[in-house]
C-alpha cells in the first residue's frame, strides 16, 4: 500500500484521507484542463475525460484513473461502470475531504432517457476515493445523482449532490441497489437547496430492481453526513419504496443527519419508507436521533442499537 501523505507522482503530492493500493494494473491519469484523449494517459500525458480514460481501463486488472482537481470532470451522458476492480482516485493536496473535494464528476443538461444519473456503476469490487459526484440534468428520467448496484463496491471520501429534482417524488442523490456496498466518510445531500412540496425526495432512495436483478443487500453507511432543506414533513433523508428493498441487512454506523435550520418543516422521520421490512432490516449504530426530525424512524424492521435511545413517536423502532 503507498501512503497517501507521502507519494510523489511527477512531483505532485498525493495526499488523502486514506491510500491508492499498489498495483500491478494500469494507471490513468486524467486532467481536464491540459489533458487531451489522444494522449497516452500518463502523468505527462494525461488523457481530458473520464469516460476516455474508463474505456483505457481493462477488467479485473486492477486498473487505476486519477483524476487531477485543478477543474470539473465534465461528462456529456451517464458513466457507466460495468468493468470489475477499477478504482479511481481524486487526487487532492490537503487530503481525503468529507465533503467538497477537488476532483469532481460533473453530468449537466442532457436530453437522453438513458442518463440516469452521473455515474451507474454495475461492476464488481469497484472502489471510488476522494470524489464528488454532481448532477444537475432535468432530463425526467436523470433524477439521480449516482446509481449504485454494482457488488462490494467501496466509496470513501466521496460527496453526492444532486442540485435538481427538488420536488420530483423518488429522485436522489443516491439510488442503492448495491450488494455489500460500503461508504466510509461521504455526504449526501445539500442543506443549500431547499426540497418543495410534499414528495419523498430523500438523499437515499432504496427501490428493489430499479436496475434489474439488483437489489439493496448487506450495505454499510460508517461516519457519513446526510443534510437536507426540508420544506415538507414527508422531506425525509432514506426513503424505501416496497417491503423488500433491503435485504439481509444495511447499517448505519455513527452518522449524522442533519435538517438545516433555514428548513421551513420538520420532516416525520430521518429514515422511513412505504412498508414495513419483509427481507431484511435497517440497524442504526451509534446515529442518534438528535437530527432535527420528529423521529428517527416508525417503521417496523429498522432497529437502533442504543440502548438508551427513546424514539420519539416511533413504534416501530425497536432498541435492543
Known amino acids: 500500500m503507498t501512503d497517501l501523505t507521502s507519494l510523489r507522482v511527477g512531483g505532485v503530492p498525493v495526499t488523502g484521507g486514506g491510500s491508492i493500493p499498489a498495483t500491478s494494473g494500469k494507471r490513468i491519469y486524467v486532467d481536464a484542463t491540459l489533458g487531451g484523449d489522444g494522449n497516452i494517459g500518463t502523468m505527462t500525458e494525461p488523457v481530458k475525460t473520464v469516460a476516455q480514460a474508463y474505456s483505457m481501463t481493462t477488467t479485473n486488472k486492477d486498473d487505476q484513473i486519477i483524476l487531477m482537481g485543478n477543474a470539473t470532470h465534465t461528462l456529456t451522458e451517464m458513466l457507466t461502470v460495468s468493468k470489475n476492480r477499477i478504482g479511481f482516485y481524486g487526487l487532492d493536496a490537503s487530503g481525503g475531504r468529507q465533503y467538497g473535494q477537488n476532483a469532481k464528476i460533473s453530468l449537466g443538461v442532457t436530453t437522453a432517457a438513458t442518463d440516469l444519473a452521473t455515474m451507474k456503476n454495475t461492476g464488481v469490487r469497484n472502489s471510488f476515493f476522494n470524489i464528488k459526484f454532481i448532477n444537475s440534468n432535468t432530463v425526467a428520467q436523470g433524477i439521480y445523482g449516482v446509481l449504485e448496484a454494482g457488488e462490494f463496491a467501496k466509496y470513501s471520501y466521496c460527496?453526492?449532490?444532486?442540485?435538481?429534482?427538488?420536488?420530483?417524488?423518488?429522485?436522489?442523490?443516491?439510488?442503492?441497489?448495491?450488494?455489500?456496498?460500503?461508504?466510509?466518510?461521504?455526504?449526501?445531500?445539500?442543506?443549500?437547496?431547499?426540497?418543495?412540496?410534499?414528495?419523498?425526495?430523500?438523499?437515499?432512495?432504496?427501490?428493489k430492481a430499479l436496475v434489474a436483478g439488483k437489489v439493496c443487500r448487506d450495505v454499510r453507511f460508517e461516519d457519513c453526513i446526510f443534510w437536507i432543506w426540508a420544506g415538507n414533513t414527508a422531506n425525509a433523508f432514506v426513503w424505501s419504496t416496497t417491503a423488500t428493498d433491503v435485504e439481509r441487512q444495511m447499517e448505519f454506523k455513527d452518522c449524522t443527519f442533519n435538517v438545516t435550520k433555514k428548513s421551513t418543516a420538520v420532516p416525520a422521520v430521518a429514515i422511513g419508507g412505504a412498508a414495513a421490512f419483509t427481507a431484511g432490516e435497517i440497524l442504526l449504530t451509534g446515529t442518534t436521533g438528535e437530527n432535527g426530525c420528529t423521529a428517527l424512524a416508525t417503521q417496523t424492521g429498522i432497529f437502533s442499537l442504543l440502548p438508551t435511545y427513546a424514539a420519539a413517536g416511533g413504534s416501530g423502532i425497536q432498541c435492543t
Request: hydrophobic share 35%.
Open 159 to 207: 460527496d453526492f449532490y444532486k442540485s435538481t429534482d427538488l420536488d420530483v417524488t423518488g429522485a436522489a442523490e443516491l439510488a442503492c441497489n448495491g450488494d455489500s456496498s460500503i461508504f466510509t466518510k461521504c455526504t449526501f445531500g445539500s442543506s443549500a437547496n431547499a426540497r418543495s412540496g410534499a414528495v419523498v425526495r430523500p438523499c437515499v432512495i432504496l427501490t
